[in-house]
């Protein structure tokens, strides 16, 4: 059994009191890690951004709602856990300030200054024990292998689960794991929960037993 660190959901990078930056990701994927992560035995602890979806009960569950609220909550459970799946879509950019007051309308263009907000999976990736695993997702719209293996190196990932811009809020999807080697260890199609289901028995093969 593993006590795994599940991120889900998309953030939000408010701009000012009631606008903000964020993108369609539904948790679905998360919620299916969730189940299938319990039924096969694991514990689970979740943090998730702002969804809809009710998720399976897991062990602990932490609502954030900006990349770096995600990225602290992270930091503070990841070191009581074996591993990682990063699932979550969180926003690559925050505005460099956030207006106090509600932006008005003026009849000009309006220039918003963004910087980047922390890579979660990178930062955790760098810091992990030996004992530690951590898996990301690349969603690829063109040179997907190489790319999903060039990001598996630079966010320090065991393996990289890729998948297509159709996964975003859907029910079903298709995905390849790749491992730390740049081979595909497994390749599925179908509802998300097969998915999960196939996505942890890997992990189980290939990074817990590996632990034990
Ligand atoms: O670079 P890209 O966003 O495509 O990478 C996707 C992977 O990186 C996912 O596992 C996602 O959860 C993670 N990620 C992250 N922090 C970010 C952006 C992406 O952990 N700021």
């Given at each position: 059994?593993?006590?795994?660190?599940?991120?889900?959901?998309?953030?939000?990078?408010?701009?000012?009191?009631?606008?903000?930056?964020?993108?369609?990701?539904?948790?679905?994927?998360?919620?299916?890690?969730?189940?299938?992560?319990?039924?096969?035995?694991?514990?689970?602890?979740?943090?998730?951004?702002?969804?809809?979806?009710?998720?399976?009960?897991?062990?602990?569950?932490?609502?954030?709602?900006?990349?770096?609220e995600?990225l602290q909550a992270?930091?503070?459970?990841?070191?009581?856990?074996?591993?990682?799946?990063?699932?979550?879509?969180?926003?690559?950019?925050?505005?460099?300030?956030?207006?106090?007051?509600?932006?008005?309308?003026?009849?000009?263009?309006?220039?918003?200054?963004?910087?980047?907000?922390?890579?979660?999976?990178?930062?955790?990736?760098?810091?992990?024990?030996?004992?530690?695993?951590?898996?990301?997702?690349?969603?690829?719209?063109?040179?997907?292998?190489?790319?999903?293996?060039?990001?598996?190196?630079?966010?320090?990932?065991?393996?990289?689960?890729?998948?297509?811009?159709?996964?975003?809020?859907?029910?079903?999807?298709?995905?390849?794991?790749?491992?730390?080697?740049?081979?595909?260890?497994?390749?599925?199609?179908?509802?998300?929960?097969?998915?999960?289901?196939?996505?942890?028995?890997?992990?189980?093969?290939?990074?817990?037993?590996?632990?034990?």
């Open positions: 059994m593993a006590r795994i660190l599940i991120t889900t959901g998309p953030t939000r990078e408010y701009l000012d009191p009631v606008r903000f930056i964020s993108n369609a990701s539904s948790g679905k994927m998360g919620a299916a890690l969730i189940a299938a992560a319990q039924l096969r035995g694991h514990e689970t602890i979740v943090v998730s951004g702002p969804v809809r979806i009710e998720y399976p009960a897991a062990t602990k569950l932490i609502w954030v709602n900006t990349t770096d995600m992270c930091e503070q459970h990841f070191p009581d856990c074996d591993g990682l799946i990063g699932a979550a879509a969180p926003c690559d950019y925050r505005a460099s300030e956030i207006a106090n007051h509600k932006i008005r309308k003026t009849g000009e263009p309006l220039q918003l200054t963004l910087v980047e907000t922390p890579d979660i999976v990178a930062s955790l990736g760098k810091r992990k024990r030996r004992d530690q695993w951590t898996v990301g997702f690349a969603l690829e719209t063109e040179d997907a292998h190489f790319r999903a293996i060039t990001k598996l190196q630079q966010k320090s990932c065991d393996l990289v689960v890729l998948n297509g811009p159709q996964a975003i809020d859907a029910d079903e999807n298709s995905i390849q794991i790749i491992n730390a080697t740049g081979h595909i260890v497994a390749a599925h199609q179908g509802p998300k929960i097969d998915l999960a289901h196939q996505i942890i028995k890997v992990i189980e093969s290939q990074l817990i037993s590996a632990q034990l």
